[in-house]
């Protein structure tokens, strides 16, 4: 087996082992918390409209956004850092059709692994900070997958050099 089609299925893998545990942890100690905020602020909001309190209702609709906020984020990762992480094994079980050399072929593996972590460590790290940061991690990860996945696919409708040497 190919050095980048080992990375790609193996860091495939161990990626999908980190989403789903990190699922996991998400789904025991902090899920239910999360849903408990997002009731409670929308309940109060509610409340606080049936009681004709704009200042109260606007504090619970704000608490409400910003726990909806961070639920949606860590959702989001756990999914993305599966849904890449099978992409990446797909991937890595049909790149020896990628017609580069493994030099390059490793490189663009990298990059579809590097991308595939960092893009949704960059929405993670959303919950903590709404900055232009955490953002830019998140669209630099995206646009290395990018990148990477239209480098492979510009190595497998390239001709290969050796076989028309034949």
């Known amino acids: 087996m190919s050095r980048s089609r080992r990375l790609l299925i193996v860091g495939g893998i161990a990626l999908a082992v980190w989403g789903m545990s990190y699922g996991l942890w998400y789904a025991v100690f902090a899920e239910h918390q999360a849903l408990d905020n997002i009731g409670a602020s929308l309940a109060g909001s509610f409340a606080a409209a049936a009681e004709r309190n704009p200042v109260s209702m606007e504090t619970s609709l ?21 849904g890449l992480a099978m992409l990446l094994i ?18 663009l593996a990298l990059g579809l692994l590097l991308g595939a972590v ?18 830019a991690i998140a669209i630099a990860g995206s646009a290395l ?22």
């Open 118 to 135: 960092i893009f949704p460590l960059g929405v993670l790290l959303q919950t903590l900070s709404h900055g232009a940061f955490p953002r």
């Open 90 to 107: 797909v991937l890595g079980i049909g790149f020896d059709r990628v017609n580069f050399s493994e030099r390059l072929k490793v490189f």
């Open 145 to 166: 997958v990018i990148a990477a996945l239209l480098g492979s696919a510009a190595g497998v409708v390239a001709r290969d050099s050796s076989a028309g040497a034949g």
């Open 62 to 82: 704000e608490h409400y956004r910003e726990a909806k906020y961070i639920y949606d984020r860590q959702v989001d990762v756990h999914g993305h850092w599966i």
